[in-house]
C-alpha cells in the first residue's frame, strides 16, 4: 500500500534558512574560522538522527536488557575496589584462607569461598575487571588493525587487494581457539601474550568487514561523484567510506566483546594466561573443578560444593549475554532500511 | 445472478492494520465476470486492484488483512463442491459452516482445506515478475507437474491403469534402429529410411523401435495396480499419502509422476515453447522473461481453471514480448473456455484483449463497463483524465495532459468520495458523501455525484 | 561437468591457504626454544641428537629449514609427542576415531534439531515458541561449553544419576577386551558385530559428551535458518506455491526449506572450527579419550610439539570440510554453477 508521508525536510530548510536569513550577523573572528551557523545546520540533520536512534533504543526491548546487564557489569567493574578491597598489590590475586571451600554465606563471604578459600566475590567482582579490559583491548586493537588492511585492500583492490586477502584466508582458515592456543602455547604464559594471541585471532574476520563494506560504498554514486570533483583519495577513504562502513563494524565489535570473554575464558580454564588463584572467571572454573562434585562440611551441614563452578560460569554467561542482546540491539537499530 | 456469472464480488470492504495504523484498502467494490469474458482491472498503482485479485484466491494474508464486509460468490464446478467438507475448524476453535446457494459457494468463508480445492484447479493467478515467482531450485518441469500431481490425482491414476492393463499382452520383440540425419537435415530411421520425428520412439513406417527397452516392465504389477484403483476411487485417501512419506514404498508413485511430466511437457508444447524437453529440465533462471512468463501459465492453465486471474503479466517483459504473451493468453483461453481477470494500469492492454472494464481509484471500483463504452463515453472524471493523459499522435499539443495531485494516503483517506481532492469537477456533495456505483446505460455504471444526482447514493 | 570444474578450481585454491597454515605453525615451532626439542626425547645419546640435528637441519638458515620441515609433514613425521610417549602421528591416529565420532554425532544432533527448531519458529513468528527458541538460541551462543559440560555433568550423573561421566564406554567391556577394532568408531563396530548390549552402552555413554558439544552449534543453526526462512517465506515463489493449492506444510517443508538451507550449510560448515575447539574442552571434562584431551594435557605438560601437530590437524580438517560445504552449497542452489 502506498504510504504518501509528508516530507519534513521542507519544515527543516524553512527552519535553517529562517535563522540564517534573519539579520545578517558578522560571524565571531575565531582561530578557527568556524562559522557557528553552518556549524549548526551540519549537526541539526545528524541530531535528529541520534533523536530516532533513541527513540527506536527504547522500543526494542532485547536491547535494553542487554544495555542493563552491560551497564550492572561496568559498574560492578568500576566500583570494584570499594567492593573488595585488594589485600595485596598485585589486584588479581584473590584473598584467600587456605581453607576448604565455604558455602554461600559463610563468614561473610557472600558467594562463599572456592578452591584454596579463595573469596568468590572477589573474583567475580575483580573478574569483571579483566574480562573488560581483555575484551576491550582484543577488540579495539582488532578492529584498528582490521580497519587498516581491510580499507586499503578494499579501495586499491588488484594485487594488493589480493594478497591480504589470502593472508586473512589463512588465518581464517583456523578456528579461534585452536588458533589462541597455539599461539599461547608458545609464549610464556602470561596475561598479556593470551591477548595478543587473541588479537591475532581476531584481526582477520573485521579485514574482511570493512574490506566488504568498501567494496560495496566504492563503487556507490557519491564516491563517483567526490571523485569527479578532484577529491584526494585518502580524503575520500576517510571522510565518506569509513563513516559508512562504522556501522556492521559498530555491531560486529559488540557482539565480539562477548565472544571474547569467551574464548579468554576457554583458554585461562585449559591453563593459559593468568596463574591460579587469579580474578579470572574462566580460571576460577577450572580451579573450582576439584572441588565440584565432591562434599564440604560447614556448622554441621553437608553441602556439594557447587558454587565454586555456578558462580563464575554464571558471570561469564551474563556478560557474554550482554553484549550479544546489546549488539543485536544495534543491529536492528542501525540497519537503515528498518529505521522509521 | 445469471448461470453465466463465475465470479461475483459483492461489496467487498478489507482493511489492513499495520504499525502506522489501518489502512482501508478496499472500499466497496462490486463486480462480476461472466464466463468466456475477459474483464480488465485498471488503475494506478496502490488502487487496490492486486488486493481485489488476492481476496478472489484467497490470498489476503490474515494478521495485517481483514476482510470487513462483503461476499465473493463462485460458480464452482461440482465435483470441487461435493469434496468441500462442509465444517471446518478454525484456530480459535470457531467453526464455519460452508455457504453455498445454488451452486454457488462463498469463498471469503471458507476453510482453508476448502479453498486449496480452489486454488490452482479452479481459480488461477499468474503474477508480475515470472523471475521470482518461478522458485529457482526446481525445474520448470517439476513446477508444473507439481501442481498436476496435486489437483489431477484422479486423471492421473486412470490414465496409469489404463498404460498397465494394455501393457500386459504386447511382448513383441522389436527390431533395433537409430535416428541419422538424412540429406536435407531431417531425421530418418536406418532401417527403411522413413522420415520420423525427434520424439517418436517407434519407427511409423517399419515399426523398429528406437529405444533401448520398448516394453518398460513394471515390477509389482498387480500391487500398482490395487493402488491405482484405490487412487482412482478416493484420490485423498489417508493410506496412500501415508505411503508417499516412507522412502521405499513411494516408488508407487513413479507412473504416476511419469504421467504428470508427459502431461507437463504437453502444457509446454501448448504455450508455445519451441523445445519443450530442455525447457522441462531446466531451472528458471536459465530461461528468458517471456518464457518463464509462459511456464507461469502453463502452471496456472494445466488444470483448466474456469478463472485465470493475471496480475499484470507483462509489465515486466519486452514490449514485442508483451504481445506475444498477451495473444497466448487469448488464444488458450478460446480453446479452454477459461474466465480471465486481466489487472493492469496500461490502458493499451486493456484496449487489446479485454471485453469489459473497471476503473479502480483507492481502493473503490470508479467506473464498470464494455471496453468500448468507456473508450468512447469515459464518464467518471478519473477515467476521463486517464483516457486524457494518453498522448494522442492526431492532436498538437504543448503540454500532456494529467490528473492534479496525488494519491491519497490510505491511512487516512478523503472523505467522502476518495477521488474529491483531484476531482476537477468537484461539489460540496462530493466531500460529504460516498457516491454509489449505479447504472447509468445498460453495462455502463459510474459511481459519481455528476450522475446520480442529489441526494441519490 | 561444471560441477568437476568447480571442484578442481576450489581445490586448487586450496592451496595456497594450506601453505600459509604451514606457514604459521612452522613459525610457531621456532619462535622459542630449541626447535629440536620436539624432536628428541630423554632417552637419546648426545650423538644420536647430532644425528637429529643432521637430519631436520636444524644448523641450517630458516627457509631451508621450512623446506626440510614441510617435507618432514609430508611425509607424516610429525615430531615426537612427550604426552602420548611416540611421534605425534602416532599419537593422532590412536586418539582421531574417539574425536571423530563424538563430532559426528554431535554434528547430526545440531543439524536435525536446529533446522527443525529454526523452521518452527520462523513459522511462528513472534509467537511464544519463537520467543523461548531465540531465548535458548542466545543460551546456546553465550554459554561456555567447559561450564555447560561442567553443568550437565552436575544434573544428569551427579544429581539424577543417569548418565555417566566419563569414558566411552562401561569398564565392564573394557575388562572383557570385548570392544571390536574395526573402524574405530564404537558405535559403528558394535552394530557391525551384533553386539547391541556395547552399542547401547555407547550410546549412553556419549551422549551428555555429544549434547554439550552440540549446543553451540545447534544456536548458531536454529538462528541462520530461521532468518533464512523468514526471508525466503516473503518471497514470491512462496506465493505462487499458496496460489497453486498447496498446503501450508508442504510449502514450508518443501519448497521454503530447500531454498533456506542454502545459507545454512555454508553456516555449519563454518561451525565446525568451533566444534573442533569446543572438542578440546568437553573431552577433557568428560574424559573422552580423544584428539581434545590429548591436546588439553599437552598444553599442561608444556608439550608444544603435540599441540601444534593438533593444531595443525584441525587447520586440514577445518580447510577440507570448508570446501566440502562448498561443493554441497553449489550442488544445492543450482544458481552457482554458471560462475
Redesign the interface.
Known amino acids: 500500500?502506498?504510504?504518501?508521508?509528508e516530507p519534513d525536510t521542507t519544515s527543516a530548510i524553512n527552519n535553517i534558512s529562517n535563522t540564517s536569513s534573519s539579520t545578517p550577523r558578522v560571524p565571531p573572528k575565531s582561530r578557527f574560522n568556524i562559522d557557528s551557523n553552518v556549524l549548526m545546520k551540519e549537526l541539526e540533520p545528524r541530531v535528529r538522527e541520534l533523536r530516532n536512534s533513541l527513540g527506536l533504543l527504547r522500543e526494542n526491548i532485547t536491547a535494553l536488557v542487554g544495555l542493563g546487564f552491560v551497564i550492572f557489569i561496568i559498574i560492578i567493574a568500576l566500583l570494584a575496589p570499594v567492593i573488595c578491597p585488594p589485600t595485596s598489590a598485585d589486584t588479581m590475586y584473590i584473598p584467600r584462607d587456605f581453607k576448604q571451600p565455604k558455602p554461600p554465606g559463610a563468614d561473610g563471604h557472600i558467594l562463599g569461598t572456592g578452591n584454596w578459600g579463595t573469596d568468590m566475590l572477589y573474583g567475580i567482582v575483580w573478574g569483571a575487571r579483566t574480562s573488560i579490559i581483555i575484551s576491550l583491548f582484543v577488540v579495539i586493537t582488532g578492529v584498528l588493525i582490521g580497519l587498516f588492511v581491510g580499507s586499503i585492500a578494499g579501495y586499491y583492490g588488484g594485487r594488493i587487494d589480493n594478497l591480504m586477502m589470502?593472508?586473512t584466508?589463512?588465518?581464517l582458515?583456523?578456528?579461534?581457539?585452536?588458533?589462541a592456543?597455539?599461539?599461547a602455547?608458545?609464549?610464556e604464559r602470561s596475561l598479556e601474550n593470551m591477548m595478543l594471541a587473541l588479537i591475532i585471532v581476531w584481526w582477520p574476520s573485521y579485514a574482511r568487514l570493512i574490506r566488504a563494506q568498501v567494496l560495496s560504498i566504492k563503487e556507490s554514486t557519491y564516491v563517483e561523484a567526490a571523485r569527479a570533483i578532484g577529491v584526494k583519495t585518502d580524503r575520500i577513504l576517510f571522510k565518506h567510506i569509513v563513516p559508512n562502513a562504522i556501522s556492521p563494524l559498530i555491531v560486529a565489535a559488540t557482539m565480539d566483546i562477548?565472544a571474547v570473554v569467551?574464548v579468554a575464558?576457554?583458554l585461562s580454564?585449559?591453563?593459559?594466561g593468568v596463574s591460579t588463584g587469579s580474578a579470572e572467571w574462566?580460571r576460577m572454573?577450572?580451579d573450582g573443578?576439584s572441588w565440584?562434585?565432591s562434599t564440604v562440611y560447614w556448622e554441621g551441614k553437608a553441602y556439594?560444593a557447587?558454587w565454586v563452578?555456578?558462580f563464575?560460569?554464571l558471570a561469564?554467561?551474563m556478560f557474554?549475554?550482554g553484549f550479544?542482546?546489546l549488539g543485536d540491539g544495534l543491529r536492528d537499530i542501525l540497519d537503515p532500511r528498518l529505521r522509521r | 445472478m445469471s448461470k453465466d456469472t463465475i465470479i461475483d464480488i459483492k461489496d467487498l470492504r478489507i482493511n489492513f492494520y499495520t504499525k502506522a495504523g489501518v489502512v482501508k484498502a478496499i472500499d466497496g467494490v462490486d463486480l462480476s465476470i461472466i464466463k468466456g469474458e475477459t474483464f480488465g482491472l485498471v488503475g494506478e498503482s496502490g488502487c487496490g486492484k492486486s488486493v481485489t485479485a488476492n481476496s478472489i484466491m484467497g490470498l489476503i494474508q490474515s494478521p495485517p488483512g481483514k476482510i470487513e464486509k462483503g461476499a465473493i460468490w463462485f460458480n464452482a464446478p461440482k465435483e470441487i463442491l461435493e469434496r468441500m467438507q462442509p465444517k471446518g475448524r478454525f484456530r480459535n476453535g470457531s467453526s464455519k459452516t460452508l455457504s453455498l446457494t445454488d451452486g454457488k459457494v462463498e469463498i471469503l468463508g471458507l476453510h482453508k482445506k476448502n479453498i486449496r480445492l480452489i486454488r490452482g484447479r479452479a481459480i488461477s493467478m499468474i503474477f508480475q515478475e515470472p523471475m521470482t515467482a518461478l522458485n529457482p531450485v526446481f525445474t520448470a518441469g517439476d513446477q508444473i507437474s507439481e501442481i498436476i500431481l496435486l489437483h489431477e490425482k484422479r486423471e492421473l491414476a486412470e490414465a496409469v491403469l489404463k498404460k498397465l492393463n494394455e501393457n500386459n499382452d504386447q511382448k513383441k520383440r522389436y527390431k533395433r534402429a537409430s535416428k541419422k540425419i538424412g540429406g536435407k537435415g531431417e531425421l530418418r530411421c536406418s532401417s527403411c529410411n522413413g522420415i520420423v520425428l525427434e520424439d517418436q520412439e517407434l519407427c511409423p513406417q517399419c515399426g523398429s523401435s528406437f529405444v533401448r527397452n520398448p516394453n518398460k516392465k513394471v515390477r509389482f504389477r498387480r500391487f500398482y495396480k490395487r493402488i491405482y484403483v484405490k487412487m482412482a476411487k478416493d484420490p485423498d485417501a489417508l493410506s496412500l499419502s501415508l505411503m508417499a512419506k516412507i522412502p521405499i514404498l513411494r516408488r508407487y508413485r513413479r507412473p504416476m509422476v511419469r504421467e504428470a511430466n508427459d502431461r507437463a511437457m504437453r502444457m509446454l508444447r501448448l504455450v508455445r515453447i519451441p523445445d519443450p524437453k530442455n525447457v522441462m529440465k531446466s531451472f528458471p533462471h536459465e530461461l528468458s522473461g517471456g518464457m518463464q512468463q509462459r511456464v507461469m501459465i502453463a502452471i496456472a492453465l494445466s488444470c483448466r481453471p474456469q478463472l485465470l486471474i493475471a496480475d499484470e503479466p507483462t509489465t515486466a517483459l519486452d514490449v514485442t514480448i508483451q504481445a506475444q504473451i498477451l495473444k497466448l493468453i487469448q488464444e488458450l483461453q478460446d480453446e479452454m473456455d477459461t474466465s480471465v481477470l486481466m489487472i493492469t494500469h496500461n490502458l493499451g492492454i486493456v484496449a487489446e484483449v479485454c471485453d469489459r472494464v473497471g476503473v479502480m481509484y483507492a481502493g473503490c471500483l470508479v467506473e464498470r463497463a464494455s471496453t468500448d463504452s468507456i473508450f468512447k463515453e469515459p464518464l467518471h472524471p478519473y477515467t476521463q483524465g486517464l483516457m486524457n493523459a494518453i498522448p494522442k499522435l492526431d492532436l498538437e499539443l504543448s503540454r500532456l495532459e494529467t490528473i492534479e495531485g496525488n494519491v491519497p494516503n490510505l491511512i487516512n483517506p478523503p472523505s467522502g468520495c476518495r477521488f474529491h481532492t483531484r476531482c476537477p469537477y468537484v461539489m460540496e456533495h462530493c466531500k460529504k458523501e460516498k457516491p454509489q456505483l449505479i447504472d447509468i446505460a445498460p453495462g455502463h455504471s459510474v459511481a459519481c455525484h455528476l450522475y446520480g444526482g442529489v441526494g441519490n447514493g | 561437468m561444471r560441477l568437476a570444474n568447480y571442484i578442481i578450481k576450489r581445490l586448487l585454491l586450496l592451496i595456497p591457504v594450506l601453505i600459509g597454515v604451514s606457514l604459521i605453525i612452522f613459525t610457531l615451532t621456532r619462535i622459542t626454544g630449541d626447535p629440536a626439542a620436539g624432536y628428541i626425547n630423554e632417552k637419546m645419546t648426545q650423538s644420536q641428537i647430532d644425528q637429529i640435528y643432521e637430519k631436520y637441519h636444524f644448523n641450517e638458515p630458516v627457509y631451508t629449514q621450512y623446506v626440510y620441515w614441510l617435507n618432514g609433514i609430508i611425509t607424516l613425521d610429525w615430531g615426537w609427542s612427550k604426552t602420548y610417549g611416540g611421534p605425534v602421528t602416532d599419537a593422532i591416529a590412536y586418539y582421531f576415531p574417539a574425536t571423530l565420532e563424538l563430532t559426528l554425532v554431535s554434528i547430526c544432533i545440531a543439524i536435525i534439531i536446529g533446522i527443525y527448531l529454526g523452521i518452527a519458529s520462523a513459522v511462528r513468528r513472534n509467537r511464544p515458541f519463537d520467543h523461548v527458541t531465540r531465548v535458548v538460541s542466545l543460551l546456546g551462543v553465550s554459554l561456555p561449553i567447559f561450564w555447560l559440560a561442567l553443568i550437565l555433568q552436575y544434573l544428569f550423573y551427579f544429581h539424577f544419576g543417569w548418565f555417566p561421566s566419563s569414558g566411552r564406554a562401561s569398564n565392564v567391556y573394557y575388562l572383557t577386551k570385548s570392544i571390536p577394532d574395526i573402524t574405530g568408531l564404537y558405535l559403528l563396530d558394535s552394530v557391525l558385530v551384533g553386539n547391541f548390549a556395547l552399542f547401547k552402552d555407547v550410546l549412553w555413554h556419549i551422549f551428555l559428551p555429544a549434547v554439550t558439544l552440540s549446543f553451540g552449534t545447534i544456536a548458531v543453526v536454529t538462528r541462520i535458518m530461521r532468518n533464512s526462512m523468514l526471508e525466503v517465506l516473503s518471497l514470491d515463489y512462496v506465493k505462487t506455491a499458496r496460489a497453486k493449492g498447496l498446503s501450508e506444510r508442504s510449502i514450508i517443508w518443501k519448497h521454503a526449506r530447500k531454498n533456506a538451507m542454502i545459507p545454512t550449510t555454508t553456516v555449519i560448515g563454518l561451525s565446525f572450527g568451533g566444534l573442533l575447539g569446543g572438542a578440546v574442552l568437553t573431552e577433557s571434562i568428560f574424559s573422552w579419550p580423544g584428539l581434545g584431551r590429548w591436546s588439553a594435557t599437552s598444553i599442561k605438560l608444556f608439550d608444544s610439539n603435540s599441540v601444534l601437530g593438533f593444531c595443525l590437524l584441525v587447520a586440514i580438517i577445518y580447510v577440507l570440510v570448508n570446501l566440502a560445504v562448498d561443493v554441497l552449497y553449489a550442488y544445492l542452489d543450482p544458481r552457482v554453477h554458471l560462475e
Not at chain 1, 582458515?173 to 588458533?179: D, E, G, R, T, V
Not at chain 1, 580454564?269 to 593459559?272: H, K
Open positions: 500500500m502506498t504510504d504518501v508521508q589470502r593472508i584466508d589463512v588465518f582458515s583456523l578456528p579461534a581457539l585452536i588458533l592456543m597455539a599461539i602455547s608458545i609464549l562477548g569467551l575464558a576457554g580454564y585449559i591453563g593459559f574462566g572454573v577450572s573443578q565440584f562434585l556439594t557447587s563452578v555456578i563464575p560460569g561469564i554467561l557474554t549475554m550479544s542482546l
